[in-house]
C-alpha cells in the first residue's frame, strides 16, 4: 500500500469516545497511509486528540454525523485526495483493509467501494440491503463470491468515495442529524446511476446498537432513546425526497413504529421511550430538520 501513500483519507466522527479505541484505529489507517481527520461531536474537547499526529476538528459539541461528515470531506476536498473513506469510532480494520477496497477502486474505475460487515460479539455477516427503484430490498452476502458485486445503498462507515462523487450528487444531508443519512445520501448516488461496489475480500468489524434482544427469532438492537427519535422523525422525511422510493419510505415508519412499541415494552425507561417515538412522528410530520429541538 506504500504506493498509495497520502492518496486516501479517512474521516473518523467521533462522540465522547474510547480514546485508546480510536487512536487503535488512527494507528492502523496511518500504518496503511491514509491520512487521517477527526472530527468530534463530543461534548467536551479531548485535548489529547490534540497532541497526537492527525487533524482534529472539535465542532463544540453534537452536530450531528452528517455535519461531522461534511467538514471532514470538505477539508479532504481542498487536499485533493484521490479517495475519501469513512469511520465511525467503533471501527476496527484488519492489516491491509485499505488496499483490498482502493486496488479494486483503481483497477477497475469504480466510484465507491464498501466492505463485508461482520459482527463483532458473535461473528455472523450482516446482510447488505439492496435497494431497488421500485423500493423492494435484497439482502445480500458475500458468502462464495470472490468478485465484487453492486447495492444501492451501504452503511457509511469503511465505505471509500472517489472525490467527484461529491461533486455530482452534493454532500450529506444535515438536516437529518443522525439517521438515515447514509441511505439517503447512497440513494441520491443511484438516482445518478452510481453503485456501491462491495469488495468480498475487504471484511469489518461492525456493531450496530448499544445492545439488542430477540423477538420471535428477530434480532432487534436496542438504542438510546434520542437515537429513536431521530428513526422516527427522518422516516417521515425519507417521503419527501423524490430520489427514495416510496415503498421504501413507508417500510421504513412501519418498522420504526414496530421497533419504537417493542423497545417502549421492554425497556426499563418507558417514558422517555415513549416521549421520543411520540415527538419523532411530531416533528416528521412537521418537517422538523436538524438537531431535536429542546423541550
Known amino acids: 500500500m506504500n504506493t498509495k501513500s497520502c492518496e486516501i483519507c479517512a474521516i473518523i466522527v467521533t462522540y465522547n469516545p474510547s480514546f485508546d479505541r480510536v487512536l487503535s484505529l488512527i494507528n492502523d489507517l496511518q500504518y496503511q497511509c491514509c491520512e487521517v481527520i477527526v472530527v468530534d461531536n463530543s461534548t467536551s474537547k479531548i485535548d489529547l486528540f490534540d497532541k497526537q499526529d492527525f487533524t482534529y476538528i472539535w465542532l463544540g459539541g453534537n452536530k450531528g454525523i452528517a455535519t461531522a461528515q461534511n467538514i ?45 460487515f461482520f459482527d463483532e460479539k458473535k461473528g455472523f455477516e450482516y446482510a447488505i440491503t439492496n435497494v431497488k427503484k421500485n423500493g423492494t430490498r435484497i439482502k445480500l452476502f458475500s458468502e462464495g463470491k470472490n468478485e465484487p458485486f453492486t447495492s444501492s445503498v451501504v ?8 472525490p467527484e462523487v461529491f461533486n455530482l450528487v452534493g454532500l450529506m444531508d444535515d438536516g437529518l442529524f443522525i439517521d438515515y443519512v447514509d441511505t439517503e445520501w447512497c440513494l441520491r448516488c443511484f438516482s445518478e446511476n452510481i453503485l456501491v ?24 438492537p436496542v438504542h438510546s432513546a434520542v437515537r429513536r427519535y431521530y428513526r422516527v422523525r427522518n422516516s417521515f422525511h425519507l417521503l419527501r425526497y423524490k430520489h427514495v422510493p416510496k415503498l421504501l419510505a413507508f417500510r421504513e415508519i412501519i418498522f ?11 425497556q426499563k425507561n418507558k417514558k422517555e421511550y415513549l416521549y421520543s417515538f411520540l415527538s419523532g412522528i411530531r416533528d416528521g410530520i412537521l418537517n422538523v430538520r436538524g438537531e431535536k429541538p429542546k423541550p
Do not use: E
Open 72 to 116: 471532514g470531506i470538505k477539508a479532504c476536498l481542498d487536499k485533493n485526495f484521490k479517495a475519501i473513506i469513512f469511520f465511525d469510532q467503533d471501527s476496527k480494520i484488519d492489516d491491509g483493509f485499505i488496499s483490498s477496497l482502493y486496488q479494486p477502486m483503481l483497477d477497475n474505475d469504480f466510484k465507491i467501494c464498501a466492505p463485508t
Open 197 to 220: 461496489h462491495i469488495i468480498p475480500q475487504a471484511k469489518m468489524i461492525h456493531s450496530i446498537g448499544d445492545n439488542s434482544f430477540n423477538v420471535f427469532g428477530f434480532c432487534v
Open 155 to 162: 452503511i457509511s462507515s469503511g465505505t471509500i468515495v472517489r
Open 256 to 266: 420504526c413504529f414496530v421497533h419504537s412499541l417493542i423497545l417502549i415494552f421492554k
